[in-house]
């Protein structure tokens, strides 16, 4: 019973192209988030959703672009991948929008941009 | 503006001995802090997480941390290492209130390597 679920969990790609990373959650929470994890492992947030309406937008280029067609979903699409695009994505969800709710996270998906 | 600083990369300890994983933050309000666990090719498991009341907080798998105000300080903490607990082991932090900046920022993590 996989609680945040992401795919594809690893995806290579050539420089240009279009990709998406679909998300899942089965927890019934209203908040769901995407972070980026860099080489160095630093985790840092790009997008969040609260019932399905955008509440962070981070300086991400427009090249990426979410969407939360219902509470449950989040999916993360990515126009143009570059080289630097190469990263680990992790979705995330949490009960609420409320400050003391945990995230629970997705197992993440490894992007290599060649 | 919230931040969390962990000041060690890589800590190494000897399966059985105590361990500790530092932690300090900085924010405008009142803090909630969280410890998460990244083991290699998956996504963080929440430990523990402090809100309110009791200092000492007491999460999964033995592990526990002290909440200090005076010292802006959240460190994470086992009596007995073990093997498994080899880690990368982020802090994140959350101010409050804080207007729309509720997200949780994370620290830049610590590798734990416990030796047998």
């Known amino acids: 019973d996989t609680a945040v679920s992401q795919t594809p969990k690893y995806l290579v790609t050539q420089m240009g192209n279009d990709k998406s990373i679909k998300c899942e959650q089965n927890?019934?929470?209203?908040?769901m988030y995407w972070y980026k994890q860099d080489s160095k492992k630093f985790l840092k947030i790009m997008f969040s959703?609260?019932?399905?309406?955008?509440?962070i937008n981070e300086t991400v280029p427009n090249r990426f672009s979410p969407k939360s067609p219902d509470k449950a979903h989040l999916n993360l699409h990515i126009n143009s991948l570059e080289l630097g695009d190469s990263a680990v994505y992790f979705c995330?969800?949490?009960?609420?929008?409320?400050?003391?709710?945990?995230?629970?996270f997705g197992q993440g998906t490894r992007l290599t941009v060649v | 503006a919230q931040s969390v600083a962990q000041p060690e990369d890589q800590v190494n300890v000897a399966e059985g001995n105590p361990l500790t994983v530092k932690c300090t933050y900085s924010v405008s309000g009142n803090p909630y802090l969280f410890w998460y666990v990244q083991y290699p090719n998956r996504g963080l498991q929440f430990l523990l997480k402090y809100i309110t009341g009791d200092n000492l907080v007491k999460g999964s798998y033995g592990f526990e941390a002290e909440f200090n105000k005076s010292q802006t300080s959240f460190h994470l903490k086992k009596p007995s290492a073990l093997v498994s607990d080899s880690a990368l082991y982020f802090c994140?932090?959350?101010?409050?209130?804080?207007?729309?900046?509720?997200?949780?920022?994370f620290g830049s993590g610590t590798q734990l390597t416990v030796l047998p």
């Open positions: 994140a932090v959350r101010d409050i209130p804080s207007g729309s900046a509720r997200q949780l920022t």
């Open positions: 927890l019934g929470h209203d908040t």
């Open positions: 995330a969800s949490s009960q609420d929008w409320g400050s003391n709710t945990e995230a629970f």
């Open positions: 959703y609260n019932n399905k309406e955008l509440i």
